[in-house]
């Protein structure tokens, strides 16, 4: 997960109703991240491991909501999710990767969750994806 770029975020919105950031940045680009997506694809070291094939699956985060948004230099941002992961330092570059990528990624992590014997669970509901018809 990496695409270089030198463009960086001109506008980062929290809908917390919705549980979505919204970034947009300075190539007309504009993304809306859900947070479940940023928790599940933290590039903390809790999450993506030391090393390749050391990341950690995270399941039951279909309800995770980002309580504050910590600025980081002028480079990155600090995002604390109301379960109280806030170790991740999500740079220009991976927001915009998780933009660029977000469906390929998000398939790729239910794929993982159901390869681990999870079933990923429609927000609000209580179902799984399968029953809701996903």
């Given amino acids: ?34 947070c479940e997506y940023l928790r599940v694809y933290s ?8 090393g390749p094939g050391t ?35 999500y740079a220009w570059d991976t927001l915009y990767d998780l933009g660029i990528h977000r469906e390929e990624y998000w398939r790729e992590y239910l794929r993982h969750l159901e390869e681990a014997g999870h079933r990923h669970r429609e927000i609000g509901t209580g179902r799984t994806d399968d029953e809701a018809g996903a």
């Fill in 55 to 89: 990341g950690t699956l995270q399941v039951g985060k279909e309800d995770v909501n980002i309580t504050r948004i910590e600025p980081v230099g002028s480079y990155a941002v600090c995002l604390h999710f109301d379960d109280g992961h806030d170790t991740g330092i």
């Fill in 1 to 34: 997960m990496s695409t270089e770029t030198k463009t960086h975020p001109t506008e980062l919105n929290l809908h917390q109703k919705s549980r979505v950031l919204e970034v947009a940045f300075t190539d007309g680009s504009r993304f809306e991240l859900p």
């Fill in 43 to 50: 590039p903390s070291a809790e999450v993506r491991g030391h």
